[in-house]
């Protein structure tokens, strides 16, 4: 069996924004594979974050690909602007959208890969006609709006739910989907959840509010390797 392909992926969420070009090129070099960046609109959460402009000027600063999570609404205007800032995955709260399927194809036919966002407590059947247009599933552990909150167990089985899905789609032929999980990934649940099948973990105050005392941002994310290996059947990293 091929061995599976761990992502990890800090949010900028937590990060100091006072020197972010500093902090986007730090994560990149300690081994990140990717920069998630979360888009908060204070309609569809309670928050109000950062837009285009930013992604733009972190997209100056890291090779690395760019995860734009879409918490707003609506959708379809932003999804231009930010593949054009250097987005390379875009995804959103199927909720937020009047028509899915049309968000869907606006963010591939703009050059990015595209996902959907599950909440807690949001129904898991809006992947039932879409699984053909998706490259990522994130699953949020935590409900969206701010940065430091405790894992929601119950995501667990979530997570299985559609760890089953994306295999039965892969096995009739279907395209690779990643499993992303957010929301209060520490070291110490983050092997529990990809037992689950979580394959890529956002991970914020973990890592930009914990930094290894002795490798800072290469000591932490290495910690997350050592756990994810730890889990049953072994692991790694990789960019796949």
């Not at 949020?140 to 909150?149: E, K």
């Not at 991970?203 to 050592?226: M, N």
Request: proline fraction near 6%; charged fraction near 20%; aromatic fraction near 6%.
């Amino acid at each position: 069996m091929k061995p599976q392909t761990f992502r990890i992926a800090p949010s900028i969420l937590s990060a100091d924004f006072s020197r972010l070009g500093d902090e986007v090129r730090a994560i990149e070099a300690a081994g990140a594979d990717l920069v998630h960046f979360d888009v908060m609109d204070n309609h569809y959460v309670p928050n109000l974050t950062v837009g285009p402009m930013v992604c733009e000027a972190v997209r100056r600063c890291v090779g690395i690909p760019i995860d734009v999570h879409l918490m707003v609404r609506p959708v379809d205007r932003l999804v231009g602007d930010f593949a054009k800032a250097g987005a390379n995955l875009i995804t959103f709260h199927p909720e937020a959208s009047d028509h899915i399927d049309r968000t869907l194809s606006l963010i591939r036919e703009a050059g990015c890969k595209a996902g959907l966002v599950f909440n807690p407590a949001t129904p898991l059947h809006y992947l039932d006609h879409v699984m053909d247009r998706l490259d990522m599933v994130l699953l949020m552990s935590v409900n969206p709006g701010f940065g430091g909150q405790s894992f929601i167990a119950s995501t667990l089985p979530k997570i299985r739910a559609v760890r089953q899905r994306i295999d039965a789609h892969a096995a009739a032929g279907g395209q690779p989907i990643w499993l992303e999980v957010d929301g209060g990934i520490k070291i110490d649940n983050v092997a529990e959840v990809a037992r689950a099948g979580a394959d890529t973990f956002v991970a914020g105050s973990a890592v930009f509010g914990a930094p290894d005392p002795d490798g800072g941002y290469r000591g932490v994310i290495s910690r997350f390797r050592k756990a994810l290996e730890s889990r049953e059947g072994g692991g790694g990293k990789g960019k796949g």
